[in-house]
């Protein structure tokens, strides 16, 4: 199945996101727990020694250096290297009825870990990542041990530098599993499959296959799907191929194709809400006419013989769900739609006029804001013609002025107040884009932008 919606992260947002989650591992690795060493070792012509160490505090755990790369094919590979760390303890020592204790700095240098991230996808379409593999490799470990007995420390410090070196390359590795599970892999899951837009409708981001790394970039192919929150009917129709420009610039773009904005229109078509009814009430108090039988008598002379001074009705309905065009020029569709005038009798019931049928031209400005995609709509040149009519023959032509107002001012603002609000991109928790982009592809709509991640 072609994705109806494309992630795609750059090296640039992969980079960000490593500064990001290596601050996080900086931290969790500050928090290691070691574990008291305890054993013996023989010395000739001394014989057993007996040692113990505890209370082992790890002071500092820095990453200076790292970087994360791209795996074609595999997933993400992050190194660091020159990491280093200090610690602090106790020493206890035996030696035949001779005992001695004290103190003793470590620290731990050159310090260079490796780790392979796998990423796919679960049964509900949310984004997995795991740590394929670990390495970790200390290069120095420098110990200085405060007590009485020199010689013997020197012997002593080397047992504990070798101890400390492959406790510390087994200890490192398992807190970096564990802080994969326990903070990245929950962290993606916030990435939101489903988004709810209003009452009637939603949108499907899930993923349709695991996401797929190449020597630039990472690209996350979701199903982009507005659905009926009434009706889950099939799409009349399904996504095209969708290619992705050759554009790195930004940390992450978004390919939103056609059948995103057409699944949205068929959506709210089968939810109703393509149904606008327009009274005298809501036309602005700038406009020098009313919604009534005097007014439109005007045009169609015996309307005020059969409803005299009556006021009126105008519902606007789509016919079928209009579909959207996206070429390199821009944005635009051609609606059609249906106005059924009614007059309001005494009794508050409807009277049936007349039924035209109105399409235009109509154009769309696309932009990104608070991470939402949001549209302007603009109306050209329209046409009327006479569907049908319950008071007798009229020139159509002679109310255009009266539906162009009608459109450009009462309907047209009502949607565009709705597409301010915008429809949500995928994003996970706490990020924030800036610096938007947007270009016009054949089939498909590009958006980019740069990422701003917000700690709790």
């Known amino acids: 199945t072609n994705p109806g919606f494309v992630v795609r992260i750059t090296q640039h947002g992969l980079n960000y996101a490593h500064q990001q989650a290596v601050a996080v591992l900086e931290k969790e690795l500050a928090q290691l727990k070691l574990p008291d060493i305890s054993g013996d070792f023989h010395i000739r012509k001394v014989g057993k020694v007996r040692y113990e160490i505890s209370s082992l505090d790890l002071r500092n755990f ?48 050159n310090i260079y870990i490796k780790i392979n991230l796998r990423l796919g996808s679960d049964a509900s379409g949310k984004p997995t990542v795991d740590t394929s593999d670990c390495n970790s490799r200390i290069s120095k470990v420098r110990i200085h041990i405060s007590g009485r007995f020199g010689w013997l420390y020197n012997l002593f410090h080397t047992i504990m530098e070798t101890r400390f070196r492959k406790i510390l390359e087994s200890k490192v590795c398992e807190n970096v599993v564990s802080s994969v599970h326990r903070e990245l892999q929950p962290y993606l899951q916030t990435l939101p499959v489903t988004a709810n837009i209003g009452t009637m409708a939603g949108i499907d981001y899930s993923l349709v296959a695991p996401p797929t790394v190449t020597a630039k970039s990472l690209d996350v192919d979701l199903k982009g799907k507005f659905f009926s929150l009434a009706h889950h009917s099939a799409d009349p129709f399904t996504p095209l191929a969708l290619a992705m420009p050759p554009d790195y610039d930004h940390m992450v773009y978004f390919g939103v194709s056609s059948y995103f904005f057409n699944t949205a229109s068929f959506a709210y078509y089968e939810a109703g809400a393509m149904v606008f009814e327009i009274t005298d009430s809501m036309i602005p108090k700038d406009i020098d006419f009313h919604l009534n039988t005097p007014t439109f008598s005007a045009f169609i002379p015996q309307l005020e013989k059969m409803y005299p001074d009556m006021l009126m009705k105008l519902r606007l309905s789509a016919p079928s769900a209009p579909f959207l065009n996206i070429g390199p020029q821009g944005l635009s569709l051609q609606p059609v739609v249906d106005i059924q005038a009614y007059a309001i009798l005494p009794n508050s019931s409807l009277a049936p006029l007349f039924l035209l049928s109105l399409t235009g031209n109509v154009s769309a400005v696309i932009d990104v804001k608070s991470g939402h995609i949001v549209g302007n709509l603009t109306v050209g040149r329209m046409k009327l013609s006479l569907k049908h009519s319950n008071v007798g023959t009229f020139q159509v032509r002679t109310l255009q002025s009266i539906m162009n107002i009608v459109a450009s001012k009462i309907l047209l603002p009502n949607l565009n107040e709705r597409l301010s609000r915008g429809f949500p991109l995928p994003l996970p928790d706490r990020i924030q884009l800036s610096e938007p982009l947007v270009q016009f592809h054949q089939n498909f709509l590009l958006l980019g932008a740069n990422v701003h991640y917000q700690p709790r």
Request: charged share 20%; net charge positive; no cysteine.
């Open 62 to 109: 820095y990453l200076p250096h790292s970087g994360i790369s791209l795996v074609p094919k595999v997933g993400l590979q992050v190194s660091i290297s020159n990491a280093f760390a200090e610690v602090n303890g106790n020493w206890r020592v035996k030696i035949h009825f001779i005992r001695d204790h004290g103190s003793f700095r470590l620290k731990v240098e």
